[in-house]
């Protein structure tokens, strides 16, 4: 039993337990908690077993599922697994602390189906990032869109079939593609060695060497799964749906980990399986990554919506990772390819760093919207006057979204565009456009929530008017509390992380760059040939 | 003697048994012109049994002959029931299973 | 001893550390710890300084790395810190003028709740640019540079609940960050060319370099510079940013942040010196923006205003400097540090104005206070004089020296660059006597009005935690310059960063005329303002039928309009357009596609007729297809 297994294993045996603890809220968050930090501590024992100069795949088990096809149940994980998977187990318990200080389930609903219900997503997103069989990675792929169907449709705000439908359908319309194409990649290994697999590691010898028009059919139909999944322009719209009706917790895990997914699947599947075909639509993708990142930004300033607003910031983030991941030299220069490999790491570690910004702003806003009790955020106005520790709290979490120097997510992005500058400088020039524009939406933001006179529409109810000024001290007289200690324990882990891995991201780098060499080499050896 | 007139009057009953199903209203009706139909087909599996010399065919009918009794048992109970409380047997009363 | 250089940075850090953890139980010591941390960094500095004087002239430059920061495989950048001359003067620049202006701060926003929280930025501010200073990567630069970006909008933005303030400081982090793209865009040059961003590796590799990629680079600082330091054409968030309280007025937009452009031109020397162009743009950009200021602040009311403009041109005249290269670099940072003395002085003493007057910032309701504010009134006439270069007065000395080495430009350039420097000097006492006169001369107009929020004016000297730093920089701004420059101290001591100060062979006009002339033209410029404005008394209410070329100064030469016209509302309005187009266009046609499909199935629904003999037919037609196809195969 590896640590990997234990840590899927666990969550689901938490999910189990809180189901029968559906009478008393208090006490299924009080278990959920616990098994959510120690599922975090387990970590520690993963992370530390990873070897980074060691083999690709670490910790990995393999049980026969269904023999006749050549489907295993095979788990391991590289650096950007191990990365996604830490990602995973911190933001769980933080979801499950914070649920107290924003959401508020709907009538009737017990805390302890909705927290089972996200450990099952804990355990199912684990499992995704830690399969190494093509089959059983679109069966979990899948699966894992079950208990995110029912967080949103059944705990999310006042449109939440509608967006929990068109969430369950796009992801579903892009695993069937991919399907498709994994079939198609199992009788090509079926053809070549005589007996068809679905095993990671052989598929990629195989499948590597197929003709480039093959291996087209072949990308394209992962990357349409993974494009919906991470989404990029103009697969997008599922997301500030789902996103702007699902309950904080759920935003947080879908925006944080679950579209991760996506661009993994990018670096696991897509690039070193179809090498030619990455190369030839290299252009395509990158096209659509520097599109997300500017519209992702003038749509995002142009939102209404807190949370809308965040999902719209995300998809401009996403951008910005498929731009590092696709930033490949397409010839085999040596150099070239050392000085773009910058920008995959830069994407890597986006996806860790998107994750805290993200989420601590999706968490941040939960908070907000508890106090204030709407999403508009014309409805409020000069918060920081009332409660400046939120205001505080909203500001970090702004200032690493937009990539400050000296927070987490600004090592990602100055790798992004450092490596893709070298080969793609274009596109990287595009990009940055994308970072006054993100200085621009987060900043006024801030200004419209937090700054100007103190405002009384949707802080005080039916208080005042639109627009009316109030007093600094009349919110706190009608229950506009600022932070309290839980509430900053909740946030605290972020804050710490936000900008410890600003100044020190090196045991991240660290971890994360011998897969990406391993990923980037898979693509340029081909090239060399 | 051949066969040929087994088969004719075995297509023609299935016609007529097809035609009933169609255009009868009254339950009873249809249910006996699905018999007509179930017969015909075991006039077609022993007629061809007869051809072929062997027993295939005739298994076949009695399997026909052991569902359709089921079939009129389990049939005529609904009937029945519907008539009881609808007081009509007529397939046309019974539509609500729609769009 | 330079391997402990991070204690510079580390005490200003924790400081605000401690005082943004700790919250409300700081109020009490708050701002003492905010002074405290800034002295500590001053005194540290001053050992440094002597260590580094005590060194040969050529073991001054020293780089300590502190850990490894980003290490990607190829890119290896470190957390390094330079310890060189120009690193630490700018450091006892920052420190020196930061601690006085902490001290100012006691007594200035003694009235403020949140001190502690100003102090904490103020801590903020001089630890990220003491990361921009002694950085040895431009990487590291940059993570100052941006940091100098969030105090600065941190402070204007300080009193939040005014929307104005909030606007400015957006405006100023955004202008900031345009200039940032280019500074970004530079160092991934520099990578892609260079495969370091050190500055030891790539000042070692301009040489190999193509002169096209050198010019870009030049040209990507020098659009970095501009958003930093107000130059045009991203001069307009400066003024705005008098939204702020004073001190940080003082502090941040006078005396050090906007100043980080010209540091950034020096320390880039070797990159700039490679590249004619990229330096014949940088001296455009000076001699432009410099005139602009100087025409601008002609036409303000507001004292603040006017010496942000003010600013704006001096900078101006540095970056002109700069521009010049080895004939100028060392003359920059002259100009930058006595700059530094008398510009923080003068805008403690507009401070200390606006404490007396309720915070009152219209000259037009000032008028003969120098009887109330006898210390204020020296001190700022110091810094005035020094401003706009009286004889042997700091700013004499470094601006006259700029002016010569404009002049000393071969053709066309001498002229232009000579004559714009010495017309800039005569508006500079232009506007700069304009001032002056209103706010201490003449008739005493705040007997007659009362402030904005109904009280009457009562004008009282500041307490002396603000007129201990006044008279502090008041001396800095008399004596500084004569230091600097007689004997060529500053240039020698500067001469391992900077490189010798070259003297240039032959000026276009005649040298020793160069002096008199400039005191000729700013005695003009002193003359007419008293002729204008000295001579009469100034009406209260401003007088709106003025001439055409007033009225563009006072909107700004219409920089803000430009931006608002070009930038602003074409941004909004694309916005807007684009969030409806994908919330009908896009999303429209994945909901299109979902309502085609469900209406689609609402029409195909109605076959369910519910009549028995409808599906049996169906049925029969089926089989009848069927069959009828496996016959057509068989027989076919």
């Keep these: 039993m590896t640590w990997l297994l234990v840590l899927i294993l666990l969550p689901l045996v938490g999910a189990i337990v809180l189901s029968g603890l559906r009478g008393d809220d208090k006490l299924a968050t009080r278990v959920a908690l616990g098994f959510g930090i120690l599922e975090l501590l387990l970590i520690i024992p993963l992370w530390a077993s990873y070897r980074p100069g060691g083999p690709r795949l670490q910790q990995t088990t393999s049980m026969d599922w269904i023999p006749g096809f050549g489907i295993h149940l095979s788990f391991g994980m590289d650096g950007i697994a191990l990365v996604m998977i830490a990602v995973i187990a911190l933001l769980v318990p933080i979801v499950i602390g914070a649920l107290s200080s924003t959401d508020k389930l709907p009538e009737g609903r017990s805390a302890g189906g909705f927290l089972s219900l996200i450990l099952v997503q804990q355990a199912l997103t684990i499992a995704v990032f830690a399969a190494t069989d093509v089959f059983l990675f679109y069966v979990l792929f899948e699966i894992m869109l079950i208990p995110m169907y029912f967080l949103i449709g059944g705990y999310g705000g006042a449109n939440r079939q509608y967006a929990a439908v068109k969430f369950f359908l796009y992801s579903f319309l892009g695993g069937l593609i991919m399907l498709a194409s994994a079939i198609g990649a199992y009788s090509l290994a079926s053809d070549k060695l005589g007996q068809g697999t679905f095993d990671w590691a052989t598929l990629v010898t195989v499948v590597r060497d197929a003709p480039a028009s093959t291996q087209i059919w072949l990308f394209l139909g992962f990357f349409l799964a993974f494009a919906i999944k991470a989404p990029l322009v103009p697969l997008h719209t599922w997301l500030p749906d789902a996103a702007g009706q699902a309950p904080i917790g759920v935003a947080v895990l879908l925006v944080g980990v679950l579209d991760k997914v996506g661009t993994f699947g990018f670096l696991r599947y897509c690039i070193p399986m179809f090498p030619e075909a990455s190369k030839t639509l290299a252009p395509l993708v990158l096209v659509l990554a520097v599109l997300g990142v500017l519209y992702g930004s003038i749509l995002a300033a142009g939102q209404t919506d807190m949370k809308r607003f965040i999902a719209y910031v995300s998809i401009a983030h996403f951008g910005f990772i498929a731009l590092g991941i696709f930033s490949f030299p397409t010839s085999g220069s040596e150099t070239e390819t050392l000085s773009s490999e910058p920008a995959m790491v830069g994407s890597v570690s986006y996806m860790l760093n998107h994750s805290l910004a993200t989420g601590m702003l999706i968490v941040v806003v939960g908070m907000i919207v508890r106090r204030g009790g709407s999403t508009r955020i014309s409805d409020y106005g000069g918060m920081a006057k009332v409660t400046p520790v939120l205001g505080g709290m909203l500001l970090i979490a702004g200032l690493s979204t937009l990539s400050l120097p000296g927070t987490n997510s600004f090592i990602s992005e100055f790798l992004v565009l450092l490596g893709s500058f070298t080969t793609r400088p274009v596109y990287a020039i595009l990009a940055t456009i994308g970072m006054v524009l993100a200085a621009a939406y987060v900043l006024w933001l801030y200004q419209r929530v937090m700054q100007g006179p103190v405002r009384g529409d949707a802080m005080l109810g039916a208080g005042g008017g639109p627009g009316t000024a109030i007093a600094p001290e009349l919110g706190a007289k009608k229950g506009i509390r600022d932070l309290g200690g839980k509430e900053i324990a909740v946030l605290a882990p972020l804050v710490v992380l936000i900008i410890g891995l600003g100044v020190y991201p090196k045991p991240v780098l660290d971890t994360i760059t011998p897969s990406v060499q391993a990923t980037l080499s898979s693509v340029v050896q081909q090239g060399g040939k | 003697m051949t066969p040929t007139y087994y088969l004719l009057l075995s297509a023609l009953l299935f016609a007529i048994g097809a035609v009933g199903v169609l255009v009868r209203r009254n339950a009873i009706v249809v249910f006996m012109c699905v018999e007509l139909m179930l017969n015909a087909v075991n006039l077609t599996l022993v007629t061809f049994a007869r051809i072929n010399g062997g027993l295939d065919g005739q298994v076949m009918a009695f399997f026909v002959m052991v569902v359709a009794a089921a079939e009129v048992v389990v049939g005529l109970a609904i009937i029945m029931s519907i008539f009881r409380t609808r007081r009509s047997a007529s397939v046309d009363d019974t539509n609500l299973l729609k769009y | 001893m330079t391997a402990s250089s991070w204690l510079l940075v580390a005490f200003p850090a924790l400081g605000a550390l401690i005082l943004l953890v700790g919250g409300k139980r700081t109020n009490g010591w708050g701002h003492l710890l ?544 684009l969030v409806y187009v994908d919330n009908r266009g896009v999303d429209g046609v994945v909901n299109g596609i979902a309502a085609g499909l469900g209406g689609g199935s609402g029409r195909l629904r109605r076959m369910q007729t519910g009549f028995v003999r409808s599906y049996a037919l169906s049925m029969l037609g089926g089989s009848f297809l069927i069959i009828a196809a496996l016959l057509l195969v068989r027989f076919s």
């Design chain 3, 34 to 577: 905010g002074c405290a941390t800034v002295v500590l960094s001053f005194v540290y500095g001053v050992v440094l300084f002597f260590g580094t004087t005590g060194e040969d002239a050529a073991n001054r430059v020293t780089d300590t790395k502190l850990f490894s920061w980003i290490p990607v495989d190829a890119l290896q950048v470190d957390f390094g810190l330079r310890i060189d001359p120009l690193s630490v003067t700018f450091v006892l620049l920052i420190t020196g003028v930061g601690a006085l202006i902490h001290f100012y701060s006691i007594g200035y926003m003694s009235h403020d709740a949140e001190r502690r929280k100003f102090f904490a930025y103020l801590n903020l501010f001089v630890a990220s640019m003491l990361v921009l200073v002694l950085g040895n990567s431009f990487v590291t630069l940059y993570l100052g540079w941006e940091g100098v970006g969030l105090a600065s909008y941190l402070l204007i933005g300080f009193w939040q609940e005014r929307p104005a303030a909030a606007t400015a400081a957006k405006k100023a982090f955004l202008m900031n960050r345009v200039g940032d793209v280019g500074l970004a865009i530079a160092i991934f040059l520099m990578w892609k060319y260079v495969g370091s961003t050190g500055y030891t590796e790539v000042f070692a590799a301009v040489g190999n370099m193509p002169a096209g990629v050198v010019t870009a680079i030049g040209l990507l600082l020098l659009l970095g510079a501009c958003g930093k330091s107000g130059q045009f054409p991203l001069q307009a968030w400066l003024p705005d940013a008098m939204e702020g309280p004073t001190p940080v007025s003082a502090l941040i937009h006078a005396a050090t942040m906007v100043t980080a452009g010209v540091y950034l031109v020096a320390r880039s020397n070797p990159i700039f010196n490679e590249t004619a162009d990229a330096r014949l743009v940088v001296t455009l950009v000076g001699a432009v923006t410099l005139l602009i200021g100087c025409v601008i602040g002609c036409a303000y009311d507001d004292i603040k205003k006017v010496l942000a403009y003010s600013t704006v041109s001096q900078i101006g005249y540095m970056m002109l400097a700069v521009g010049l290269g080895p004939f100028g670099y060392a003359l920059g940072i002259m100009h930058l540090l006595t700059h530094g003395f008398f510009k923080a002085g003068l805008f403690l003493g507009a401070g200390s104005v606006m404490h007396a007057m309720n915070d009152e910032v219209d000259m037009r309701k000032f008028g003969g206070l120098w009887r109330k504010m006898p210390i204020t009134f020296v001190t700022f006439g110091l810094g005035y004089l020094a401003l706009i270069g009286f004889p042997f007065l700091s700013g004499y000395f470094s601006k006259d020296a700029i002016i010569e080495a404009a002049f000393g430009q071969e053709g066309w350039k001498g002229w232009v660059f000579g004559l714009a420097a010495m017309l800039g000097a005569a508006l500079t006492a232009f506007y700069m006597t304009r001032l002056v006169l209103m706010t201490f001369f003449g008739k005493a107009r705040w007997k007659d009005i009362k402030s904005s929020d109904g009280r009457d004016f009562h004008p009282h000297e500041s307490p002396s935690s603000m007129t201990v730093p006044m008279i502090v920089l008041a001396i800095g701004s008399v004596g500084a310059g004569a230091f600097f420059a007689l004997g060529d101290r500053l240039s020698e001591w500067l001469a391992p960063s900077l490189g010798p100060l070259e003297e240039f062979e032959h000026t276009v006009i005649p040298h020793a005329a160069i002096p008199w002339l400039t005191v000729a033209l700013s005695a003009l410029g002193v003359l007419v303002a008293w002729l204008v404005v000295g001579r009469r008394d100034t009406p209260v209410e401003r007088p709106e039928n003025v001439s055409f070329p007033v009225r563009a100064a006072r909107k700004d030469l219409y920089g803000n309009a430009l931006n608002e016209t070009l930038v602003a509302r074409p941004g909004t309005w694309l916005s807007r357009a």
